[in-house]
């Protein structure tokens, strides 16, 4: 059984600071990761993508890709509450095209 | 450019009927997926469809079934609900055999069983 673990939070950070969200997987052969967002109600939504082992950066947004350790993490500098979310850490089996969802960290960002 | 669309985007069902959902892909993806989500859950892999034929599928019973047309919209159908069918049911479309394949998902169809 592939598994993708998340710290369930909720993580509460000040306005203005770094949110640091983490993942681990147990499926060593993931060779690209997602994250994603989904707000209250609403459907995931894609932000982040990463396949390369060190940092990609978008904007606030900063995905770090250790394959080694199997563990992603997405950083959210200068968080907003509108920053305020459940992130969803997506490794995908490449061989398939297919996604595995952990079940997500609830991010409140307070104003 | 038109994102995924699902419909309906609400549904109420007896436990013991039958279901079907509909979604659309995104203009250009050619690969749809659909997952169920339970509330405080993420989302659980169903089947996959690809050139009109299931290409992949999840820890789901047979009622759970589907179809892909040739325009590449697709279909999910339960039947014999149960209560624990209830969930947020996403459709996802994406593009095979790209290197950047993420989902791009649907507004999702809330299915309620009573």
């Known amino acids: 059984q592939k598994e993708v673990e998340q710290n369930s939070g909720p993580l509460s950070v000040p306005e203005g600071a770094i949110a640091s969200l983490n993942c681990t997987y147990s499926d060593r052969g993931s060779q690209s990761f997602f994250w994603y967002r989904q707000y209250s109600g609403k459907s995931p939504e894609l932000i982040m993508f990463i396949y390369s082992n060190g940092d990609k950066e978008d904007g606030r947004f900063t995905a770090q890709l250790n394959k080694a350790s199997q563990y992603v993490s997405l950083l959210i500098r200068d968080s907003q509450p509108s920053d305020s979310a459940t992130y969803l850490c997506a490794p995908g089996e490449d061989s398939s095209y297919k996604l595995i969802f952990g079940s997500g960290t609830r991010l409140l960002v307070r104003p | 450019d038109a994102g995924v669309t699902q419909s309906p985007t609400h549904l109420i069902k007896t436990r013991g009927q039958q279901v079907t959902l509909r979604c659309s892909p995104k203009?250009?993806?050619?690969?749809v997926s659909w997952y169920q989500q339970a509330l405080g859950q993420g989302p659980q892999f169903i089947f996959q469809?690809?050139?009109?034929?299931?290409?992949q599928r999840g820890n789901f019973p047979d009622r759970f079934s589907g179809h892909q047309f040739p325009n590449y919209s697709s279909e999910l159908n339960v039947n014999a609900l149960l209560l624990g069918d209830s969930a947020l049911y996403l459709c996802a479309s994406s593009l095979l055999w790209t290197r950047d394949y993420g989902y791009t998902f649907g507004s999702g169809t809330r299915l309620t069983v009573v």
């Open positions: 469809y690809y050139e009109e034929e299931e290409r």
């Open positions: 203009s250009g993806h050619d690969t």
